[in-house]
């Protein structure tokens, strides 16, 4: 067959894409540029991190990792996680990093999931695999002192090293529609899905199209897991920019625009409630003093006009998850509040029913994507071809999102379908409602579910946490809550919790929230004697 590289200009060359090149031209290009700053203050320059990748790549390889060989990695965000990521790849393998909270059953269902039979894992995981069967893991290399494992192969993690000299060389180039990773979803209906993504994909997620307002001049804050699209994505992209990253282990409010200011960051990347923590800190003379231009914050909450005023630094915001290639993309400071943008460059977007056909503008539908590049969106769910079906029928990926489409071409986000809540014959997005609980000064974060009611149907319940220090009054905060929002869509039960339970992509674990349900410590405001009845107009 004709090498599609060289005559579809919608695939692009592999030195554009592809981890191996990437790293080979930019060490060749600029050398002394650096690619990445740590929280100690140390960094890499771009021929430093091509000397440790290939050394970790060659030393893979005597442990017989080949091209196309799945390698599971289970580690938290630092040098050591980077440096795998990269090496696995160099030699044309795939990466497949573990949720670092998984264990139990996720866990057992993962490993067996991912094909692997070398794991490199932080050796504190490293007892969690007593529990569960371990599939065709055969070798594992530990990141630390590992406790005594029986039946598997063990390495040091810093004795896996090599010459480059001793790197065989590759059967064939590694392609833009190789497949790069297997990044397990959330799991939230049903067992975690991998989803399998090509170079081109990774690249597509963020690249030029998408993302054209950042640049190879800038240095983009890692504070996302490394297995999580986010904490993943962005070192690519950057990458691909010939830019650098600034590497945060962990995300902390109290840290952050300290962290921010010394590694001299350009570009960051919030979750909504990390933007509503980061806003409700108090005011403080040096709220300008970063370098940082560019925030991405997803999803757009009313904290973003705040968030420019305070801090000056121009807030745009996206719709992505780690199936597709940002669809859906802001102009800077959006005026439209809770909007996720307009369709990017090279993708087709619908918004349909359950039958796949198109509804009215301004109503509420799925929103279904295809894009006019080949191997731009994920190649399917590993070893899944069901749940692979389902999702890509009629050619388009079905994203599993609710949103609504305004006349001026606005994409809204109303919930995950399966989130939606169902009051006495009115459906409630759970992401509206929880935008309006946010608002109120003495909430942090909040989540907002259905729970059964006695009516039939579902009753709206908010689970909160309050600003630190803070003490929530909920008669007030019902008050509150009845100015901004139609009766039927203020919360009947409230349960005030100091933190929300989450994953560690900071995602709210609803499915647990719901079935702890109405517990003992939840206010109801009926019960208190606040009723709320449709106005008489």
Same mark, same amino acid.
């Given at each position: 067959?004709?090498?599609?590289?060289?005559?579809?200009?919608?695939?692009?060359d592999?030195?554009? !894409?592809?981890?191996?090149?990437?790293?080979?031209?930019?060490?060749?290009? *600029?050398?002394?540029?650096?690619?990445?700053?740590?929280?100690?203050?140390?960094?890499?320059?771009?021929?430093?991190?091509?000397?440790?990748?290939?050394?970790k790549?060659?030393?893979? *390889?005597?442990?017989?990792?080949k091209r196309?060989?799945? @390698?599971?990695?289970?580690?938290?965000?630092?040098?050591?996680?980077?440096?795998?990521?990269?090496?696995?790849?160099?030699?044309?393998?795939?990466?497949?990093?573990?949720?670092?909270?998984?264990?139990?059953?996720?866990?057992?269902?993962?490993?067996?999931n991912?094909?692997?039979?070398?794991?490199?894992?932080?050796a504190?995981?490293?007892?969690?695999?007593?529990?569960?069967?371990?599939?065709?893991?055969? =070798?594992?290399i530990?990141?630390?002192?590992?406790p005594?494992?029986?039946?598997?192969?063990?390495?040091?993690?810093?004795?896996?090293?090599?010459?480059?000299?001793?790197?065989?060389?590759?059967?064939?180039?590694?392609e833009?529609?190789?497949?790069?990773?297997i990044?397990?979803? =959330?799991?939230?209906?049903?067992p975690s899905k991998?989803?399998?993504?090509?170079?081109?994909?990774?690249y597509?997620?963020?690249?030029?199209?998408?993302?054209h307002?950042?640049?190879?001049?800038d240095?983009?804050?890692?504070?996302?897991?490394?297995?999580?699209?986010?904490?993943?994505?962005?070192?690519? @992209?950057?990458?691909?920019?010939g830019?650098?990253?600034?590497l945060?282990?962990?995300?902390?409010?109290?840290t952050?625009?300290?962290?921010?200011?010394r590694t001299?960051t350009?570009?960051?990347?919030?979750?909504?409630?990390?933007?509503t923590?980061?806003?409700?800190?108090?005011p403080?003379?040096?709220?300008?003093?970063? *370098?940082?231009?560019?925030?991405?914050?997803?999803?757009?909450?009313?904290?973003?006009?705040?968030?420019?005023?305070?801090?000056?630094?121009?807030?745009f915001?996206?719709f992505?998850?780690?199936?597709?290639?940002?669809?859906?993309?802001?102009e800077?400071?959006?005026?439209?509040?809770?909007? !996720?943008g307009?369709?990017?460059?090279?993708?087709?977007?619908?918004?349909?029913?359950?039958?796949? !056909?198109?509804?009215?503008?301004?109503?509420?539908?799925?929103?279904?994507?295809?894009?006019?590049r080949?191997?731009?969106?994920?190649?399917?769910?590993?070893?899944?071809?069901?749940?692979?079906?389902?999702?890509?029928?009629?050619?388009?990926?079905?994203?599993?999102?609710?949103?609504?489409?305004?006349?001026?071409?606005?994409?809204?986000? @109303?919930?995950?379908?399966?989130?939606?809540?169902?009051?006495?014959?009115?459906?409630?997005?759970?992401?509206?409602?929880?935008?309006?609980?946010?608002?109120?000064?003495?909430?942090?974060?909040?989540a @907002?579910?259905?729970?059964?009611?006695?009516?039939?149907?579902?009753?709206?319940?908010?689970?909160?946490?309050?600003?630190?220090?803070?003490?929530i009054?909920l008669?007030s905060?019902?008050?509150?809550?009845?100015?901004?929002?139609?009766?039927?869509?203020?919360?009947?039960?409230?349960?005030?919790?100091?933190?929300?339970?989450k994953t560690p992509?900071?995602?709210?674990?609803?499915?647990?929230?719901r079935t702890?349900?109405?517990?003992?410590?939840?206010?109801?405001?009926?019960?208190?004697?606040?009723?709320?009845?449709?106005?008489?107009?």
């Amino acid at each position: 067959m004709a090498d599609l590289n060289h005559h579809d200009p919608r695939v692009l060359d592999r030195r554009i !894409c592809v981890l191996r090149y990437l790293i080979d031209d930019w060490a060749d290009k *600029q050398p002394d540029a650096v690619y990445a700053v740590f929280e100690d203050g140390s960094s890499w320059t771009y021929a430093e991190l091509r000397a440790l990748v290939v050394a970790k790549a060659a030393g893979l *390889q005597t442990l017989g990792v080949k091209r196309g060989e799945h @390698v599971a990695v289970w580690m938290q965000n630092g040098r050591e996680a980077l440096v795998t990521f990269y090496a696995i790849n160099y030699l044309g393998a795939v990466f497949v990093p573990f949720n670092t909270a998984y264990r139990g059953a996720i866990l057992e269902h993962v490993l067996a999931n991912s094909d692997a039979t070398l794991l490199i894992a932080h050796a504190a995981l490293l007892d969690r695999l007593s529990d569960v069967d371990t599939a065709s893991i055969r =070798s594992i290399i530990a990141l630390g002192t590992p406790p005594a494992l029986q039946g598997f192969s063990v390495h040091d993690f810093h004795a896996v090293t090599g010459r480059e000299d001793d790197l065989a060389t590759l059967d064939r180039p590694i392609e833009p529609w190789d497949i790069q990773s297997i990044i397990y979803t =959330s799991g939230t209906t049903g067992p975690s899905k991998g989803v399998l993504s090509s170079y081109l994909h990774l690249y597509t997620n963020a690249g030029p199209e998408s993302w054209h307002f950042v640049t190879g001049e800038d240095r983009y804050l890692v504070n996302m897991p490394i297995f999580h699209i986010g904490g993943l994505g962005i070192p690519f @992209v950057m990458l691909a920019r010939g830019g650098s990253i600034a590497l945060m282990e962990n995300f902390s409010t109290d840290t952050f625009w300290d962290f921010v200011r010394r590694t001299e960051t350009t570009v960051i990347f919030l979750l909504g409630v990390m933007a509503t923590f980061l806003i409700k800190r108090p005011p403080a003379s040096d709220d300008r003093d970063h *370098q940082v231009r560019v925030a991405f914050m997803v999803p757009l909450t009313d904290a973003a006009g705040p968030f420019h005023e305070r801090f000056g630094i121009d807030v745009f915001t996206i719709f992505n998850m780690t199936e597709i290639s940002s669809p859906i993309v802001s102009e800077a400071n959006p005026k439209k509040l809770g909007t !996720c943008g307009t369709i990017r460059p090279g993708v087709d977007v619908r918004l349909v029913d359950e039958n796949d !056909c198109e509804v009215p503008e301004g109503s509420v539908g799925e929103m279904i994507v295809r894009t006019d590049r080949p191997w731009a969106m994920n190649s399917g769910y590993h070893k899944n071809p069901e749940a692979t079906a389902k999702a890509w029928r009629n050619g388009w990926f079905h994203t599993g999102d609710a949103f609504r489409r305004d006349s001026e071409g606005y994409f809204y986000f @109303v919930d995950r379908v399966k989130d939606a809540i169902r009051r006495r014959g009115e459906n409630i997005s759970s992401f509206e409602v929880e935008n309006d609980v946010t608002a109120h000064p003495d909430v942090r974060e909040a989540a @907002v579910i259905g729970v059964p009611s006695e009516y039939s149907e579902d009753e709206v319940m908010a689970v909160i946490a309050p600003v630190p220090g803070v003490q929530i009054d909920l008669v007030s905060l019902m008050e509150f809550l009845v100015a901004r929002m139609p009766y039927f869509m203020v919360p009947r039960y409230v349960r005030v919790m100091e933190e929300l339970p989450k994953t560690p992509t900071a995602k709210v674990m609803k499915a647990e929230l719901r079935t702890e349900g109405i517990t003992p410590d939840t206010w109801d405001r009926e019960a208190a004697g606040i009723r709320l009845k449709k106005d008489r107009i």
